[in-house]
């Protein structure tokens, strides 16, 4: 049990849907990410959360829509997606901002979503 | 902007020490070196960290030379519990906002 849930573990879904990732930690941490991980690629960091303000968008398309109501949970909401959008959506949280010392990020098991 | 190079794929056997390199030649000043190990159908989980010399936990070393254009991470005496996809991690959030993934590594472990 890593203490970040999420929900979907699976989606399908069309081009003209609006769906959403449900990311939950149990962990008390202040600081959220979502990741895309495709296969063969690098880890893409799409969205940072700290204390429930955004405070990175790494040139994300629009048609991903994060939200974070409180700082145990972090959607992201989906619209109008292509199918290249398709791959492994991870969330992860820490006690502060990650890659700084001790601030080890904690993932979930991913959502595996498919665009057709 | 930082990039960070790792082989793609790694063999070896049970019993043996285990070293990959990660090579991060544009790393900051402020970034660390993180390393996660990940299991299919499962989230990165963090073996380590560090920033300069040497550092040692109980599952594994991490070897960072002093100008820290590369990091090795070793794994000592692996089973085959330990294949997996190995992640080189650099950079610091709390300061330049970058956290710069490597490709992965896929270590197969053989008996």
């Known amino acids: 049990e890593t203490g970040v849930t999420q929900t979907p573990r699976h989606l399908v879904m069309g081009m003209t849907n609006k769906k959403s990732l449900k990311c939950e930690q149990h962990?008390?941490?202040?600081?959220m990410y979502w990741y895309k991980q495709s296969a063969k690629k690098p880890l893409e960091l799409m969205f940072v959360?700290?204390?429930?303000?955004?405070?990175e968008n790494n040139s994300v398309p629009s048609r991903f829509s994060p939200e974070c109501p409180n700082s145990s949970h972090l959607f992201l909401h989906l619209h109008t997606l292509q199918p290249e959008d398709s791959a492994l959506y991870l969330c992860a949280s820490s006690q502060g901002l990650a890659g700084g010392v001790y601030n080890e990020q904690f993932f979930g098991p991913g959502t595996r979503l498919t665009v057709l | 902007l930082a990039k960070t190079t790792q082989p793609i794929s790694m063999d070896s056997y049970e019993g043996q020490e285990v070293n990959i390199t990660c090579s991060h030649n544009?790393?900051?000043?402020?970034?660390?070196i993180t390393w996660y190990q990940q299991f299919p159908s499962q989230g990165p989980r963090f073996i380590i960290q560090?920033?300069?010399?040497?550092v040692t936990n109980e599952v594994a070393s991490l070897f960072i030379p002093a100008d820290r254009k590369s990091s090795t991470l070793s794994l000592p005496r692996v089973s085959l519990s330990d294949t997996a996809v190995y992640y080189c991690?650099?950079?610091?959030?709390?300061?330049?906002?970058?956290?710069?993934w490597g490709a992965g590594t896929k270590l197969i472990i053989k008996p």
């Open positions: 962990l008390g941490h202040n600081a």
């Open positions: 544009n790393i900051a000043t402020n970034d660390y």
């Open positions: 959360y700290s204390l429930e303000e955004r405070v």
């Open positions: 991690l650099v950079g610091a959030m709390d300061s330049n906002y970058q956290l710069i």
């Open positions: 560090g920033y300069k010399t040497k």
